[in-house]
């Protein structure tokens, strides 16, 4: 299974962009990457999936560069309430499983 | 879409007992569940995978005598912690995936679980 770094923490103001890279250097053919979002005493909430390229959805963009050994999660304008973790994963397709690794503390201040 | 919930929200047992978590994909057929297990200020640890119908598969030094775990149907995967322990108090997260779309997982809100 696909290994993936990530800062362990990172602080923002309100209304930054903020950028959160994830290496995963041994991702395979059949990977897609995935970010969810987690806040304290709740499940993890789905944010954005790739497989290459770049993906943009309502709250969040993925740049994932040619070789997908690294994606780049990218929040517009950041509030207070997306001060959260956030975990890279990277997973087989047809159902395999997940490992989450240690994601990312986002810190926003006003 | 892809609701998924879970039974209780928090439980307090005392030692020794047996306490059941129910796992439910609300609006979707949840082909496998996934159930994961985490302690404070530590990520997700994944427990077992399960398939409707089948025995559930163990990740190495999860003891599959001491936690149950019932895929029966494709909405309700159940996870019983027998003869709990204050070490098994914990966060439990339960997931499940879709059918056609199993690339991606699709989280409970979680069980807070506190043995006394």
């Known amino acids: 299974l696909a290994k993936t770094t990530q800062p362990i923490s990172m602080d923002s103001y309100e209304g930054q962009e903020v950028n959160i890279t994830c290496s995963h250097n041994n991702i395979a053919t059949n990977d897609y990457i995935t970010w969810y979002q987690q806040f304290p005493s709740q499940g993890p909430r789905f944010i954005i999936q790739g497989y290459k390229t770049k993906v943009t959805n309502e709250v969040a963009s993925l740049f994932i560069p040619a070789d997908r050994k690294s994606s780049t999660l990218s929040l517009p304008r950041v509030s207070l309430s997306d001060t959260a973790v956030y975990y890279c994963?990277?997973?087989?397709?047809?159902?395999?499983?997940?490992?989450f690794g240690q994601g990312t503390e986002l810190s926003v201040k006003p | 879409g892809a609701v998924v919930s879970q039974h209780p929200s928090r439980v307090i047992c005392k030692s020794g007992t047996s306490v059941k978590i129910e796992c439910r994909s609300l609006d979707f057929q949840a082909t496998t569940m996934f159930w994961y297990r985490q302690f404070p200020k530590q990520s997700l640890m994944l427990m077992a995978t399960?398939?409707?119908?089948?025995?559930?598969?163990?990740e190495q030094g999860v003891e599959k005598d001491k936690f149950l775990i019932n895929h029966a149907s494709l909405t309700l995967s159940t996870l019983t912690v027998t003869s709990a322990h204050p070490e098994d108090s914990s966060f439990y997260i339960c997931?499940?995936?879709?059918?056609?779309?199993?690339?991606?997982?699709?989280f409970g809100p979680g069980t807070r679980l506190l043995v006394l």
């Open positions: 994963l990277v997973g087989l397709l047809q159902g395999g499983k997940l490992i």
């Open positions: 399960s398939n409707e119908g089948s025995k559930a598969t163990y």
């Open positions: 997931s499940g995936t879709r059918q056609g779309f199993q690339e991606t997982q699709y």
